[in-house]
């Protein structure tokens, strides 16, 4: 097991799932790579934004409390295998819509983070089946502070340096990227831009693209490009993913964000403008 600590090394695994609609099919593929991870030496194992069941589909039938079986299966199985587990999942929200949820669960933590930034873009409309979170989440993996955030947050800087702010040095980032023209590059910049802004590891989890497995599905829903990618608190790429479902295991250096925030002290440099 890796050591952690203000001079320590986290060692993440993301497991690049290509969802399917079955939420115990899709669990069932969540223990196969935690397990994986944790026979390898991982402390945290970071799934997709919607493993629990993929966009494209109605999602209030699937959605399930914090405390119902599914959410309680995947915390018994970060229980079981030592390593802190962070999936996405749908809970129902009190208007009807549902929520989306990274439950964080395992190694003395036991959180959620609901999606702050809708993906009401590209012609597509999160919002008319999802209600908005309000709130930044961190969490303490030993002496490390881990912050979250969900797919199209990504596109809005202030809260990785709100997590940053919170004390975060690495920050998860499950998604699930909707395809098209241009998308790959713009996830590509977009992950490394936020590891920039905040001066933070970036683990960027993304649903494999469905294409490598099977049909595509027959929706406009953003269903994965896949190419989750491990990102240095200055902006490099260590280790990618391709398109196609895999599990990826990678040392974060924690030392690098101190370095980073020496040579780089974007943050130390904001100023408020009027």
Known sequence: MTTMGSGGVVRIAVGQLASGV???DNLAAIERDTERAADQGADVVVFPE???????????PVAEPLDGPWATAVRDLAARTGVLVVAGMFTPAEDGRVTNTLLITGRGVDTHYDKVHLFDAFGFAESATVAPGDRAV?????DVRVGFATC???RFPGLFTRLADDGAR????PASWGAGPGKLAQWDLLVRARALD????IVAA???DPTTVGPAPKSKAPTGIGHSAVVSPLGEVRARLGAAPGLLVHDVDLTEVAAARAAVPVLANRRDVA
Do not use: E, H, N
């Open 22 to 24: 079955s939420p115990k």
């Open 50 to 60: 919607a493993a629990m069941a993929r966009f494209g589909i109605p999602l209030g």
């Open 138 to 142: 961190t969490a303490d993996l030993g």
């Open 152 to 154: 199209y947050d990504v």
């Open 170 to 173: 690495l920050i998860l980032v």
């Open 198 to 201: 905040s001066t933070c590891w």
């Open 206 to 208: 993304g649903q494999a």
